[in-house]
């Protein structure tokens, strides 16, 4: 079955210090791999996109990586204003059209 | 360049009602698709639009449809509500297809089933 996991669900880091979410995926064919933001109360706000295994994107502190079975999202000495949930997002191939299938998300804290 | 919109914002209905929601997709974009969002299951695709055609559907029931319009503007409806109907409604557009294409959210609307 078609699955999308994250963890950690929720983490909480110092101002300061580095840390990775994972998403992991099982899917076949894979079309692209979505990161996104959300805050509170707002609809996800595109971050990323990767479509094959080996592929890097960067933006500020963040720094997205995929491999052919999960994707991690760096975030490197974050601030207080980095605190979100974080969701990941799979395209995938399906009998002529594709899906998209959405982690649960990682809920991110970062303390000042 | 205007963002998303979703009107309107909150919704309280009652088991059994029906609800229309709008969406006014980014300027130039094509395509919109429609997102139904819980605590308990994230983040679901319910179906997308292209030139006012269905394109893509999620695994959702019939009490759920939608419609684009020729301005790209699109409604979702859900008939007879349920009490597990109450979430958050994200809708995003995208200049073409979703596949492969970068997706931009509206803030949603909020509906309360009672």
């Known amino acids: 079955e078609d699955q999308v996991t994250q963890s950690p669900e929720a983490l909480r880091l110092q101002e300061g210090e580095s840390s990775s979410l994972n998403c992991s995926y099982t899917?076949?064919?894979?079309?692209?791999l979505f990161w996104y933001r959300q805050d509170p109360g707002k609809g996800p706000e595109f971050l990323f996109t990767?479509?094959?295994a080996g592929e890097e994107k960067e933006k500020e502190r963040l720094k997205a990586t995929l491999t052919k079975k999960e994707s991690f999202l760096h975030i490197t000495a974050p601030k207080p204003e980095d605190s979100a949930t974080y969701l990941c997002?799979?395209?995938?191939?399906?009998?002529?059209?594709?899906?998209?299938?959405f982690g649960t998300g990682t809920r991110l804290k970062v303390l000042a | 360049k205007a963002g998303v919109t979703q009107t309107p914002r909150y919704l309280i209905k009652t088991r059994g009602q029906q609800v229309t929601l709008s969406c006014s997709p980014i300027s130039g974009h094509r395509s919109v698709s429609w997102y139904q969002q819980t605590p308990g299951q994230g983040l679901q695709f319910l179906f997308e639009y292209f030139s006012e055609t269905q394109r893509n559907k999620g695994n959702f029931p019939g009490r759920f449809s939608g419609r684009q319009f020729s301005n790209s503007r699109s409604e979702m409806n859900v008939s007879t509500l349920e009490l597990g109907d109450s979430a958050l409604y994200l809708c995003?557009?995208?200049?073409?297809?979703?596949?492969?294409?970068?997706?931009?959210f509206g803030p949603g609307t909020r509906l309360l089933v009672l």
């Open positions: 899917v076949s064919g894979l079309r692209g």
């Open positions: 995003a557009s995208s200049l073409h297809l979703a596949v492969q294409e970068t997706q931009y």
């Open positions: 997002a799979v395209q995938a191939d399906q009998a002529g059209t594709y899906k998209y299938i």
């Open positions: 990767l479509y094959s």
